[in-house]
């Protein structure tokens, strides 16, 4: 993610959760806990919508 951030001179936008997303990408990967197990948690959001 980093890298694509520096390569096309983005920032990161943070959702309340504290999941960082690069700015344009609208997706944001994290992770969650379902039970004793950690699971990849995707959030996709709207163009124009403000983390």
Known sequence: MNEHVERYNLSLRFSP???AAPEGLNLSVGT???GDTSV???????EDWVM
């Open 17 to 19: 959760s504290g999941m």
């Open 32 to 34: 969650t806990r379902v």
């Open 40 to 46: 990849s948690e995707l959030t996709l959001y709207a």
